[in-house]
């Protein structure tokens, strides 16, 4: 037997293990982290939303999205429960992402998840809810209310992402593989084995320069990352972001809606300059607050976003009466 057939069958050896390997790793993660809310279906896409009912009917319901790669524990962390029993909320996982699902063929951009929220709004009757956005969150929570402007009552965004970057992250480049067959190659192969390899790294860099919660595998739903439909969903997310966030960046002006925004000063994924600043010098009204921290403020920094979350709920409040009484008047 020559050498090439041998590193052929070594090769294909491996390739078989690293695909065993990703199977019983995503299907122990679910098995430790099964769904904890129900679903719901909208036009491409099954969303799985956890709901805490309850609180004042007077204040804005809250509809909590999250960012890249990441899941409705975000804010079941430490943020919805400071904030259960004074609102009712819905906290969702955006299509492929935790344990909602994306239809085949149905695009990853914006405006495409926009219109997959507008219909959940109005399927739970939220009415015009406060809109919480955290990083790609706060872009398509921007994309939603420039879209469907009846469906939002207002914008608290998170370290959010308004504007596009010239270079992605250094933690997310291995997203930006193009071509599906090879992307779906690496999320059954290499992938999951490498983000184990690479997650402290990662995660310290996404965190930093706070620390990464020593729960934040199992609480944070970290865990849930390390599986196949995670990366896939994650990199059409990240890879649509150029088909509608530009034509979303002249509109900003356009938003008539209270928008809040919350950075961290010492954000190593997004900078609050660049996002945050720039958002607000487009947007009539808008206000930024500047705190200590870094990216993932709703788990690290709850009690801040919680206040700031409030405050927003306040804004939009007095929003709404506004309007009210300019209406009659």
Known sequence: MTLMPILLALLALLVCVAFLFTLWTA???????????????????????????GGDPDLPRLLL??????????YTYGVTGRLAGRYRMIAVDRAGSGFSTRAP??????????????????????????VVGHSLGGALALALALRHPQ????????????????????VFAGLTI??????????????????IRNSRVALEQVFGPEAVPADFATRGGGLLGLRPSAFLAASDDLRALPDCLPALETRYG????????????????LDWRAHGQALADKVGGATLQLIEGGHML??????????????????????????????RS
Request: no cysteine; charged share 20%.
């Open 27 to 53: 299907r122990k993660v679910e098995a430790v982290l099964p769904p904890q809310g129900r679903f719901v279906d909208v036009p491409g896409a099954r969303l799985h939303i956890q709901e805490f009912d």
């Open 298 to 327: 709703p788990i690290t920094n709850p009690d801040a976003t919680t206040a700031f979350i409030d405050a927003a709920a306040a804004q939009a409040t007095l929003s709404a009466r506004a309007a009210v009484n300019a209406a």
């Open 254 to 269: 356009e938003l008539r809606v209270p928008v809040s925004i919350l950075y961290g000063k010492d954000d190593r994924i």
């Open 151 to 170: 469906r939002v009552g207002g914008l608290a965004l998170v370290a959010p992402l308004t504007h596009m970057q010239e270079h992605v992250p250094p």
């Open 65 to 74: 999205v999250h960012g890249l790669a990441g899941q409705l524990a975000h």
């Open 105 to 130: 063929g149905t695009p990853a951009d914006l405006d495409t998840q926009a219109a997959m929220l507008a219909a959940l709004i109005e399927q739970l009757k939220l009415e015009r809810p406060l």
């Open 178 to 195: 193009v071509s599906p067959t090879w992307r779906k190659i690496a999320a059954w192969t290499l992938a999951i084995p490498a983000a």
